[in-house]
């Protein structure tokens, strides 16, 4: 396993399923780490499941459908940290939506929002931090084998994944 102690390690979708393992992960590495999720009432118990310091953790309830609450978490760790060495976009939708020609456009625009959008705006603030400090950081967009292959009652999550993709790869 590779050692991230001294290295900071930002996380979005951090309270889900993966971002728990993902984050117990780095934590288990000796990563400082920003752990962003919707829910902030979920973020200091996972602070306290993974043992992590809370003085020298961030967290960030943060609406990855909204550019300001992503602004906002930009601001937070470049306050603190200047900024980080990694991104972790993890943070996901995937509710089963049904046939195409009965999703309604609300669910369409809010899982755009967070699987492709949210990955825009974030790797585009952090990538910005760490090119102004000097940081030779990684980014990370967790993707899905549905960008690949089609699921049924899931055509938006495969075309966000797809998309994504596309954006890492750029």
Request: proline share 2%; hydrophobic share 50%.
């Amino acid at each position: 396993m590779h050692d991230f102690h001294g290295q900071r390690v930002v996380l979005t979708g951090a309270a889900g399923i993966h971002g728990r393992w993902i984050a117990a992960a780095f934590a288990g590495a000796g990563a400082t780490l920003c752990l962003s999720d919707l829910r902030d009432d979920r973020l200091a118990p996972l602070v306290a499941e993974l043992g992590l310091d809370p003085a020298m953790t961030l967290t960030r309830a943060t609406d990855l459908r909204e550019e300001s609450s992503i602004a906002e978490l930009a601001a937070l760790v470049e306050g603190a940290w200047a900024a980080a060495d990694a991104l972790v976009n993890n943070a996901g939708l995937y509710p089963r939506t049904g046939v195409l020609q009965e999703l309604d456009t609300e669910t369409f625009d809010a899982m755009m929002a967070v699987n492709l959008r949210a990955p825009f705006l974030t790797v585009r603030a952090f990538a910005k931090q760490m090119i102004a400090h000097g940081i030779k950081g990684s980014i990370v967009n967790v993707g899905s084998g549905a960008a690949r292959r089609m699921v049924a009652g899931s055509v938006t999550y495969c075309a966000s994944k797809a998309a994504l993709e596309r954006l890492s790869k750029g």
